[in-house]
Nanobody, 126 residues
Framework: QVLLVESGGGLVQAGGSLRLTCAAS????????MGWFRQAPGKEREFVATISGAGRSTKYANSVKGRFTISRDNAKKTLYLQMDSVKPEDTALYYCAAVWGPGQSLRLNSQEYTYWGQGTQVTVSS
């Protein structure tokens, strides 16, 4: 069992920055591939970024590539999403997720994830 709790969301102006944090409890975090997803009102949940268990591999959605950075600190059991140059279209409820996956595995499909946090709201004003 892995429990995930997101924090760091809030209101930010377009062009600004925000850092989301996902605190995990339970098993060894390094055994899990992790990801960030988001869901805007009236839209389906979409992939944002994923990172392998050891943190050596990452992949991003084209819409955030070059602006967002996913990272992790397994010793602290924490996942991060650094959001820079944010845009109004980044407004959404952001979720972190985890799935067991040793090595360099990455997961882009939300249906492949086992554990989910409750989400943290990010609102970008224009």
């Amino acid at each position: 069992q892995v429990l995930l709790v997101e924090s760091g969301g809030g209101l930010v102006q377009a062009g600004g920055s925000l850092r989301l944090t996902c605190a995990a409890s339970g098993r060894t975090l390094g055994d899990y591939t992790m990801g960030w997803f988001r869901q805007a009102p009236g839209k389906e949940r979409e992939f944002v970024a994923t990172i392998s268990g050891a943190g050596r591999s990452t992949k991003y959605a084209n819409s955030v590539k070059g602006r967002f950075t996913i990272s992790r600190d397994n010793a602290k059991k924490t996942l991060y999403l650094q959001m820079d140059s944010v845009k109004p279209e980044d407004t959404a409820l952001y979720y972190c997720a985890a799935v067991w996956g040793p090595g360099q595995s990455l997961r882009l499909n939300s249906q492949e994830y086992t554990y989910w946090g409750q989400g943290t709201q990010v609102t970008v004003s224009s």
